[in-house]
């Protein structure tokens, strides 16, 4: 898959935590993708465990780790659409969180492609995406596809 890349690589910042490295440990590595609204700038923590202290009030955070399963790897990426929301509310941050997936997706290859680089197999385990809420019609797990679809090529 070809895509136009949004990600600016210059407003991504990059903090590891809990004795993670750009290289490892592959299991139990977890992210963490925050933003900040006024400068667009995008914060990824690589830990092994979430950043849960960068969680804001309106859960707008994604949240993603892999998965080691029987029949392959997989990663696996949770999105809070609603809960205490309203139901317009929820179908907002549906359409926002769909909509800005794929930068999202970009940022965690882009910025942890330390980890890819040394196990290329990364790129072709399976996204799995929990759209979360109490709501039925977007409480959903979708497949979106490899972080192949998602590998920015930039010159550096």
């Not at 809990?18 to 006024?38: A, F, I």
């Not at 994604?62 to 659409?81: N, P, R, S, T």
């Not at 999202?104 to 910025?111: C, H, P, S, T």
């Amino acid at each position: 898959m070809v895509s136009l890349s949004r990600l600016d690589p210059e407003q991504l910042y990059v903090e590891y935590r809990d004795g993670v490295t750009p290289y490892e440990p592959l299991l139990n590595r977890r992210h963490t993708l925050t933003h900040s609204d006024e400068t667009g700038e995008l914060f990824l923590t690589v830990g092994l465990s979430y950043a849960y202290d960068l969680f804001n009030e309106m859960r707008d955070e994604v949240i993603g780790e892999w998965i080691d399963q029987a029949d392959g790897c997989f990663y696996h990426v949770y999105l809070y659409v609603g809960g205490p929301f309203s139901e317009e509310v929820a179908s907002i941050r549906n359409d926002i969180f769909r909509r800005e997936l794929p930068l999202a997706l970009e940022a965690i290859r882009y910025g942890d492609r330390g980890i890819f680089n040394l196990h290329p197999s990364l790129d072709s385990c399976q996204i799995i995406t929990h759209f979360m809420s109490v709501y039925p019609q977007f409480n959903k797990i979708e497949n979106w596809g490899t972080f192949d679809d998602y590998n920015i090529l930039l010159s550096q």
